[in-house]
């Protein structure tokens, strides 16, 4: 639920374990895996820190694989060697565990999701630790080739341990990947999974069963091996057996783990499978008594750990809680899309829609419920997702398929090209879009959605930022449309701060005029954008200059004559949730410059213009110029000479 | 080699089986397998006389899996059954087989790959006999599953026979595809691989051994069995013992084929593995030598069958074949781009080269002599190759990473993303772009690229004219860019119908003037648009309209005061080899309505506006209205008020 807001409420105090006592436990005398035991314990009490004050995060795989990740720091790795996670979602713990062996900054348990501190997913930029960028499914084995194949060449010897998911297995580019590794005999790689055996909220099972996933691996010419990744004792041994077996093959190790291991209530007992019943900690920071029960289980059982091993139990440190704020009349897209879709599923037998083990965050779980004959769960396959969707397009359904927008329009881009082709019409729905959530990082921030969707032939692209807006697009998509049509969702309930319009429907390539103003006309789509010009106009209009803003919903489709008649020679500033480059500025710049019945002024595009920082929602959208005050700034500084 | 001119010379007499001695040889009264290898031979020669006049075509492919269509079209398909080709390179010999049962009108065979035609891949335009646009490896298991999902929901009953190549598998699609099959025990579904072992251009197992190809899929819950897939008794014996077998598990037949099956010196019996030598008969025309030595080869084996049961030797008729011309003078932009990477790669030790089963198309036959230790081939893995070619960068390394555009800019778009995040350095390389060669169908003709590539961070995009230009495109993005590059490569050799500009450097936004003229100016990038363009001018000459042409090798980094204070308030026309919308015109288009400081005339955008046509390349710039007449039609409709 990457969208969601955090569950935490009131601001409490939250505690962690303070970097002396990181030292104690990872240095204890003792047996090593009992030493891994504890140590990775003290890494879960701050991870929950971590996420309880980043107000998002992922707990359920952090805890799942964190046993993994600190046997592999403590008594794995060595020099040359590379360690990285495939799914990258595990990142709070892979933090933990370098913050615990020294090899992070301490002060940066405070910086989880924040500008300049502890991305979302693993990133680069913190070097020389992370040493991929990841967060997009499927890569890990590719990676790690690479790593290999470059290093042969320069003559460096080393190992690369990937962790991947199990959900992610489901990805083609994983299967993709294997074979070649075996073919060159890349002894070097260990791959992991993680078999947690749930994926973003319900059973892999249910979702897309893994199989013989042992068989599955061998057959492709890997060795294999399996062992319990939540006892560093038996992971030990499981890696040790597998290195003898491997024989100059690339190996993978599947540890079975407990989502949400080590806090009883987080692993998921008593979610019964084939149920509509879904996992409640893959994402998202704790309640605050969710936070206290799971830290005073963690300290327990930490507490007699040590005293078994004749120590001291865990000294844990105070912090307080950062105050969060809550928006207070949330414009909340994706439910809105949801219930929108389930409605005219009424009237039109043909719809069926199509999730990518997203159902909660594409606001498919009306549909599902309404129309479950007419709901298909394809797991996390885009590609296979898209393409089924194109078959069922050509015997008459209409398919609505569903994914974050990142994935939506990415992965699966050559499959969407080719049912374009076949003049058949799929409705693609991208939720999360856009710069905000800023916590997950640029893996999920989906700013390049509307370029790499843009030019699909006959395909129309849409962003509603209001509700009822939402509304219309489903409506336009399933009941006018003729071709393919793309709706982009933000996901994060957003405040307006103006009542948004009402029309009764859309009318292709025009927009609604949200506030009047005769000296800038400042467009865009979305209620992120829209919100912050919104509010840059009353700014402006504070220091005398009248701004309009112009809802524009039509992302590709843009009415030039209409707009540079509205604009009347005023300058014109198309503000985009997006790249500067295909976004709905060049669709906007282009259609003003070859639109010839009426001048027009000054054109200028804001949008994003590099990787997107992460980062709480407000320091992002400052730190890239697209908040209130950067957009009023701009405007300000053109505006001069004109007015 | 989709790129490559045919070889045919001369105009000589082409020969093909009329319709009554195909309705003779398949109502034979015979074996139902004697029949199918009759027909089978009769439909080869018209395979035969189909790519000889086409000029172009898949020989090797068609042959290998021709006796396995015609067997499931004569004996096997019912009421409400599917067949589709996943590879859909085969479509010639698909196409022999429904003409030759009656199913598509005879004339056809003159109009393989030309407009209003045979396209060279199957596309629904095809109706109803062709099911699904392919043409894009690995989607075929997928597209199934919808059909079957579709038709279940519907209360309709029917199979779906799909064939797959053997090279294609190692797409991740087609194991991302298999798992959902097998959980939903869709027995609807037959796969046949048609397992000829030669991809594009050598051994499957050279490029990416394929293993244990059916314990691989066994293991992931299908039913497979084994047959000689040029046989048709032992094929009908494959399919019956499957389908005893399968017990309600979905189904997938290894057919062990040969490619150019038929024809003994088109299949790869002297090719040796591990070898350099390439296949020669993949695609492009057969010369007229090898096209009659084929002919007396079938006629001759087909008389002998005939004769054992008592028939009439077949009858051919003839008839002339098409006159071609080749161009006089033209730019061959891959062979010069591959001379010049092998070049720079010897002062640049960090350059490796990676590619996708398409050497030859990709020029990377001199790097790979001179460089052998730095070419990696990946096999028909996009995704895969880029996110190896990720690693590579991390380590310090420069990878070059080849593919054609349409295959490069979106099978691994994510992947693309992602590396570009990482801020390091890959140089993309996309052939076979832009409209033609058209005959290859909208699957190969690459004309989405610049928008699906346009927006990734700090990539910059370069298209080159000539073979000069793509030298300097090398050294820029070898030896000066400091970001990702994507060079975008006209395969077909073309003339540019003037003297290519020689510049020593390219010049950052920046073009050159190919031709002055004051009253419009033509600004575009690579061969084919710049020769209409060129070809435009002279004409509009001629009409007294002096119309500048501007090569641009930039494709989205447009210097837009400096265009403007060339084009001095005249029109602007923009000509895209490439969609209308996120290509090199929406670029120019929004520089130049972006910049300030010299007012601006008119602007136009030309490009490519639905599914690019199949067909001659002349013909196709002519349906797209991209031709020189085209272009200086559009020119002279917008200067009458002007001039």
Known sequence: MEGSVTRAGEAAALRYVPLAELERLRTLDAEPAARARAFADACRLNVLYMIARAGSGHIGTSFSSIDVVSWLHLDVLGEGDRYFSSKGHDAPGLYAVLIG??????????????LGGLPGHPDVLTRPQVVTNTGSLGMGISKAKGFVLADRLAGRSGRVFVLTGDGELQEGQFWESLASAANRGLSEITAIVDHNKIQSDTWVADVSDLGELERKVESFGWATGRCDGNDAADLARGLAELEDAAAGRPRLLVADTQKGAGVSFMEPHGLPPGGDELYAYHSGAPTPD???RAVAEIVERLGLRLEELGEEPVRLEEAEAPARSAPLSPQKLVPAYGEALADVAESEPRLVALDADLLLDTGLVPFRRRHPDRFFECGIAEQDMVSQAAAMALTGLVPAVHS???????????????QCTEGTRVIYVGSLVGLVPGGPGHSHQS???ISALGAMPGMTLLEPCSEHEARLCVEWAVQEATGPVYIRL???PWDLGFEPPTPERLELGRGEIVRPGADAVIVGAGPVVLSQAYAAAEDLAERGVEAAVVDLPWLNEVDGAWLAELAARAPVFCVDNHYLTGGQGDAVASALATQTDTPVGL??????????ECGANDEVLRAHGL????????????????V
Chains 1, 2 share one sequence.
Not at 105 to 113: A, M, N
Not at 627 to 642: D, K, M, S, W, Y
């Open 101 to 114: 062996l020294g090899q992070l900054e301490f002060g940066l348990l405070d910086r989880l999701r924040r």
């Open 290 to 292: 969710e936070y206290g």
């Open 404 to 418: 974050f927008g990142c994935f939506l329009s990415t992965r699966p881009n050559e499959q969407i090209y080719n």
């Open 447 to 449: 700013v390049r959605d």
């Open 490 to 492: 933000v996901s994060v």
């Open 603 to 612: 054109v200028r595009k804001l949008g994003v213009d590099r990787v997107p």
């Open 627 to 642: 908040h209130a005050e950067g957009i009023a700034a701009r405007v300000a500084a053109e505006l001069p000479a004109r």
